[in-house]
C-alpha cells in the first residue's frame, strides 16, 4: 500500500515543475526507491505507475518469495510493466539517485530479518 501512496505524492511533485527543478538528490527505500527512480527518469509515466497498483495488476500472480527480495523480483516487474528504464538512464542519475532495499532472509528461528 505504502507504494501506491509514494506514486501518488510522486505524481503531484511531478507536476509541479517548479518543484522538480529544485531537486538535487531523491533518496528512495525498497519500494521508494522503485518511485524514486521513476519520479528522476520517467515522471511522465508515475501516475501509470500508480494505476498498476491500485489497479489490482502488480498482485496479480504475486508470490511471497517475490515479496521478500523486491530487488530481484519487484523492481524489474514495476520497470517492465510500465516501460520506465531508457538507455543512458545510469548515467543520467548518477548522483541523483540513491536507492536502498531490504532483504529479508529466514532466520534461526524461522523468521523474516532484515539486513
Known sequence: MMMAYHFGIAATIAEKSSLMDRVDRVHG???GAIVSLVLLEAPEAIRDCLEHYV???????????EVLKPHDV???????AVGVTRDGAARRLSGKLVAHTTTFEDGASGHGTSR
Open 55 to 65: 489497479s489490482g495488476e502488480f498482485f496479480e500472480e504475486l508470490r511471497a518469495r
Open 74 to 80: 519487484l523492481l524489474k516487474r514495476t520497470l517492465d
Open 29 to 31: 527505500t525498497s519500494g
